[in-house]
């Protein structure tokens, strides 16, 4: 079949004798098939743009959070959103559309035989002949199908259809060969209602039927050519923004709107280029592809998005939803204030904006996209500002005070993350000379102390490593004992001092109890950066990124009997921990982050911990003219640590960087080590201390 081929085509499997080739350009070395298999990622193959609430994608059954099994052969169609990596039942799969032959849509059944899929478009044949082509722009998507001949034929819509039953009810109208309307669902985790608005053209006649509540079936003439194409629109405004989008690209073809994603992915992508082991580039790139699709875009070109409590507002930069604030404050946020700063500005001001608008720690029943939660913004704020981004924090500051008297400090592990909050909410308050409300928080958040004696100091207790104990979300004492950031030389006065602290910390990673399924204990692995052992640092984090590792933890509160041993990040469809959701980029970006030598210290301060690099060269474009060039010296796939350091030719002698540093772009160059140097890293170590106590 023509289209077919062209897709193989396309991705080099029909090509003739291999040549001799140009580097990849970082677009061709994405696998969006990583993590789609299981509870692995969560992750799906969809043709989606960055940033963009619309993407287009199979869904099949049996499926996963996103709609989709990488193993299953059943297809029930294609939907237009889904939020990457989510937990709980994900959200999204809104608008069903399917393709049917024959006078019943519900006697065709559609069984894979070949796929292929790049980022921005998908392809899949079926074993009836039925074949799909997606692609996806900012608003703008569009469906290419091939029938055979014939056989009646159609597409079938099911408006109500969304991840794990969230539907609340639709409104639509038929006009042509147009549909439109617009559809409500519940976001993640059941918490919270959006609304999305859509406009639909079929490039063919067709006879519109009705199918039951809320479904359709658009009848192709048997005449007709034999491939149709839907070109539709979303929007979070209104329907006639949606057509209006349909409409100034209603000249576009299929194949002008592929090559423009691809180019829109490839310059993203081509912000952070790495050169080393080929195997490691594909996967970098796959996951760094991941860390570029949520928040979304939800505004209008003129700059018009609807707000949380429903209102309709106008503004001048592009406003931003689908927060994941919990799980990617950690390591997306923080990469994209890096690499991506016009998108980060832009990001920032959208959650600093939630604030006027009634934000909630997870979802209002208005939001513009699904969502997730919001829980740590106070903190992505102030790491903004200090970065040197403009958030006006003035302007929000008595909705700031209202969330932070509202934060939960029930059970030990909301203590320690209450208290992270409380005191970037200080902080915030020193910026704005509130000295008295400052001083107010900063002890607040010093009580952390409190918490931490009465339930993270004993490790003798019978149930430090049991999953849950004592009420943690997720997580074991052991895990949650390290989560204060902002407060290390204070965690190490607790834990009897900067020996005793490591000792600890030595027990943890020897015995296992770390746990890179989740986010509780992210930030464990470069606290020995704060000790006189930041090679250990080193070590653990090029383990972790590439090397074996036992894994006896997971995220559906269970110690697992039987342990998994191997590599966390895999290039394949089973690609993570079983259950270890990407949570929105969490934890692809982490990865990234690692590949880089690069890893946050404390979010709310501008300052990045050093470890070796994944591979020879690293190179962020940090600004429009600005590039940070990271080079390995005596660079082996295998070496991890560093034995020496220069800072634009000057020796660095200290483990780590600020943010202006990097921004400022320059050379970081590294000598790497088969064994470590106990002397470098150790003088001027970096230790956040929270306020002292009055």
């Not at 090397?547 to 998994?564: E, K, L, M």
Request: glycine content about 8%; some cysteine.
């Amino acid at each position: 079949m023509k289209l077919l081929f062209c897709c193989l085509w396309a991705l080099g499997l029909g090509a003739g004798p291999a040549r001799a080739q140009a580097p990849a350009d970082p677009v061709d070395q994405v696998n969006v098939f990583l993590g789609t298999s299981g509870d692995h990622g969560q992750l799906s193959p969809a043709a989606s743009y960055p940033f963009s609430l619309l993407s287009l994608g199979p869904q099949t059954y049996p499926n996963t959070h996103t709609g989709y099994e990488h193993l299953a052969r059943t297809f029930l169609g294609f939907t237009h959103t889904r939020f990457e990596g989510a937990g709980c039942q994900g959200a999204g799969g809104n608008l069903l559309v399917k393709p049917f032959v024959g006078a019943d849509p519900q006697q065709t059944v559609l069984l894979k035989k070949t796929e292929q899929a790049a980022p921005g478009y998908y392809a899949v044949a079926f074993a009836n002949g039925i074949a799909a082509e997606l692609t996806v722009a900012q608003r703008l998507g569009l469906h290419r199908y091939h029938f055979p001949a014939g056989a009646p034929r159609g597409l079938f819509f099911d408006l109500s259809h969304s991840f794990a039953n969230g539907f609340k009810q639709e409104e639509h109208a038929t006009q042509g060969a147009a549909l439109s309307g617009w559809l409500e669902a519940g976001t993640t985790c059941g918490a919270g209602t959006y609304r999305l608005y859509y406009y639909l053209e079929i490039d063919q006649p067709v006879q519109w039927e009705a199918a039951g509540a809320h479904r359709l079936v658009a009848r192709l003439p048997a005449a007709g050519a034999p491939d149709a194409e839907v070109r539709v629109a979303f929007s979070a405004v209104g329907v006639a923004d949606a057509r209006a989008t349909v409409q100034a690209r209603a000249r576009a073809s299929f194949g002008a709107v592929r090559a423009a994603s691809r180019q829109a992915w490839n310059a993203l992508l081509a912000r952070v280029r790495v050169q080393g082991p080929p195997d490691r580039e594909r996967l970098f790139y796959s996951l760094l592809y991941r860390t570029l699709q949520s928040p979304y875009e939800v505004s209008e070109p003129d700059g018009r998005y609807r707000a949380p409590d429903g209102s309709l507002q106008t503004a001048r930069h592009p406003v931003y939803n689908g927060w994941a604030v919990w799980d990617n404050y950690h390591t997306q946020l923080p990469l994209l204030s890096l690499a991506y700063p016009v998108e980060f500005q832009n990001i920032a001001t959208s959650l600093a904006n939630l604030y006027r608008y009634g934000k909630k720690n997870f979802a209002t029943q208005h939001e513009p996209s699904p969502t997730v939660r919001t829980e740590h913004a106070v903190v992505v704020l102030l790491d903004a500002y200090r970065k040197g981004y403009a958030v006006d924090l003035g302007g929000i500051r008595d909705s700031l005070v209202g969330e932070a008297n509202r934060l939960d400090y029930s059970h030990p592990d909301k203590a320690l993350e209450s208290s992270y909050d409380a005191w970037a909410l200080a902080e915030i308050l020193g910026i704005l000379k509130d000295k008295k409300q400052s001083a107010f928080y900063r002890h607040k958040a010093l009580e952390y102390k409190t918490y931490w004696r009465k339930d993270f100091a004993d490790l003798t207790r019978p149930d430090v490593d049991r999953l849950p104990a004592r009420g943690l979300y997720q997580g074991t004492i052991w895990q949650y004992r390290w989560n204060v950031p902002f407060d290390v030389r204070g965690l190490q006065a607790l834990a009897g001092g900067e020996e005793a602290f490591r000792r600890q910390l030595d027990e943890f990673f020897a015995g296992d109890y770390y746990n890179h399924a989740n986010e509780t204990d992210l930030g464990a692995p470069v606290l020995y950066n704060a000790t006189r052992e930041p090679w250990k640092a080193q070590q653990l984090v090029h383990r972790l990124a590439a090397d074996t590792v036992v894994q006896h933890y997971f995220n559906d509160n269970s110690r697992g009997i039987d342990p998994y041993v191997g590599r966390i990040y895999q290039n394949q469809p089973q690609a993570y921990l079983r259950t270890m959701d990407d949570d929105a980029g969490a934890m692809s970006a982490w990865y990234v982050l690692a590949a880089c030598g690069l890893m946050p210290a404390c979010v709310g301060q501008p300052v990045y911990y050093l470890s070796l690099p994944l591979f020879e060269t690293v190179a962020v474009q940090v600004g429009p003219r600005k590039q940070l060039a990271v080079e390995v010296k005596n660079f082996a796939p295998a070496r991890c640590y560093i034995r020496a350091a220069w800072l634009n030719g000057r020796p660095l002698h200290r483990n780590w960087l600020t943010h202006q540093e990097l921004a400022a772009g320059g050379t970081l160059r590294l000598e790497a080590a088969d064994a470590p140097n106990p002397a470098w890293g150790s003088e001027q170590p970096w230790v956040s201390a929270g306020p002292p106590a009055d």
